[in-house]
């Protein structure tokens, strides 16, 4: 079993910075991807931004060169650098990671943290 710890979500004005962390626990072999999901209030969740496990990243077009995602590997987290906030980043920000346990593969998710961008 796994568990997923977020932090670092909060109440910031337009352009503003924040930055997301969240610590994997548990029954981990190895991990294959660590990413952010997004939730705004009544939209469907999307994907923010992946880091695999040779370092590549990905990233949704409305966020490109404003958020950057990075990883500790030795303490199983994973970062969201948060600059030039706007509004509409506004939502529940969620990490999902996929992992191997050595017997099996899974997906899990943390709890959410919220991210409000407003003045």
């Known amino acids: 079993q796994v568990h997923l710890v977020e932090s670092g979500g909060g109440l910031v004005q337009p352009g503003g910075s924040l930055r997301l962390s969240c610590a994997a626990s548990g029954s981990i072999f190895s991990i294959y991807s660590m990413a952010w999901y997004r939730q705004a209030p009544g939209k469907q969740r999307e994907l923010v931004a992946q880091?695999?496990?040779?370092?590549?990243?990905t990233y949704v077009d409305s966020v490109k060169g404003r958020f950057t995602i990075s990883r500790d590997v030795a303490k199983n987290t994973v970062y969201l650098q948060m600059n030039s906030l706007k509004p509409e980043d506004t939502a529940v920000y969620f990490c999902?990671?996929?992992?191997?346990?050595?017997?099996?593969?899974?997906?899990?998710w943390g709890q959410g943290t919220q991210v409000t961008v407003s003045s």
């Open positions: 880091i695999i496990s040779g370092g590549t990243t």
């Open positions: 999902n990671v996929y992992f191997s346990d050595a017997r099996a593969d899974f997906g899990s």
